[in-house]
């Protein structure tokens, strides 16, 4: 591994345990009752996004530190993951205050991630 591959793994892997928590907070919150349907079903998609996208980016690192992307195509993608996971997951956590705004962060996160995947095939397609 290289440079930001290898911090952002560190960094991934390291974030997979708050992910675990909040499925346990999430199991608390929900015994309780204190969320409308709609609350719930928003602390849901967020912690579910959280987890897939978590295991999509240490995925997703493997293949771009095998492309063949220079170290600063590899800080943009991972820079791009990073910030991607958190607006796509977070953005539901947000929604569950603010509708509009939660959806827009949750969609941008998916921008990103999507740039995030481009970049690493072309690093793949064209080394």
């Known amino acids: 591994m290289h440079g930001p591959v290898q911090l952002f793994t ?10 675990m928590y909040g499925g346990y907070a999430l199991m608390g919150v929900l015994r309780r009752g204190d969320l409308t349907e709609a609350q719930r079903g928003m602390f849901r998609a967020g912690h579910a996004h959280a987890g897939v996208l978590l295991v999509l980016v240490l995925a997703a690192l493997q293949v771009l530190d095998r492309g063949g992307l220079g170290d600063s195509a590899r800080w943009v993608v991972c820079l791009l993951l990073l910030f991607g ?11 569950m205050l603010k509708s509009r705004v939660g959806m827009r962060v949750t969609t941008a996160g998916a921008v990103l991630l999507g740039a995030s995947m481009l970049i690493t095939a072309y690093g793949v397609a064209f080394p």
């Not at 560190?10 to 992910?19: D, E, F, R």
């Open 10 to 19: 560190v960094i991934a892997l390291v974030s997979l345990p708050t992910v």
């Open 85 to 95: 996971v958190l607006a796509q997951s977070g953005g539901f956590f947000l929604a």
